[in-house]
């Protein structure tokens, strides 16, 4: 089995990409982790969703990662990068589920798909539990769409209605389908002017 060494995971239930990392979040120094090549259709499989692999496979990878921790290092009982070669995750398998992913940085990920290139695909025994949900947006988004959310039901009509021409430009005076059109656009401009309008009201208190 090969290995590679010295890298950065943020274990999460959902996959988040580097940048999208927070300052508060659990960010490990993975000193050795055991790398698992698998076929394409095997590693859209633990991507997309929930499965449960068979502990013959959990044999092969226990007490084989190690993080730093201060002047030692501590176990990770059941963790590994999985990749078919051409993209790669790190898993950390609980009740023999990977409940918790991560991605890579792009050079770390870079240097497991070299280090693939000559390992054999590995067979696992799993069953899909159900599909997992995609976040379609950052975390910053998200946070900032909730807040939205949470704050436009507390404008009175008349700062509603200023703050809907504001952003599109129209007249509207239906509270309803104001509210509808803030929760229901894409627009990140739209997001963005609302979100920094509802700031400042809230300062104003």
């Not at 993209?87 to 398998?93: D, G, L, N, S, V």
């Not at 899909?128 to 379609?136: A, C, G, N, R, S």
Request: hydrophobic content about 40%; charged content about 35%; glycine content about 0%.
């Amino acid at each position: 089995m090969r290995y590679i060494f010295d890298i950065l995971v943020n274990f999460r239930k959902n996959l988040y990409d580097f940048y999208d990392w927070n300052k508060e979040d659990e960010i490990l120094n993975i000193r050795k982790i055991p790398i698992v090549k698998v076929s394409k259709e095997d590693y859209r499989a633990f991507y997309f969703s929930l499965v449960r692999v068979s502990d013959d496979f959990l044999e092969k990878i226990e007490n084989k990662t190690d993080v730093f921790h201060r002047i030692q290092f501590r176990i990770i009982k059941h963790a590994c990068i999985l990749t078919d070669g051409v993209q790669a995750i790190a898993i950390k398998f609980e009740n023999k589920e990977n409940r918790l992913v991560s991605k890579l940085l792009f050079e770390e990920e870079e240097e497991v798909l070299e280090l693939s290139e000559k390992m054999k695909e590995m067979n696992i025994a799993y069953q899909v539990l159900e599909d997992k949900e995609f976040l379609l947006e950052t975390r910053k988004e998200t946070k900032m769409n909730a807040y939205i959310k949470k704050e436009l039901q507390k404008l009175s009509n008349e700062k509603l209605c200023y703050l809907y021409f504001e952003c599109f430009n129209q007249k509207n005076k239906d509270r309803t389908s104001i509210l509808r059109h803030f929760l229901e656009t894409q627009d990140f401009t739209i997001k963005k002017k609302a979100y920094d309008f509802l700031k400042v009201i809230s300062i104003k208190k």
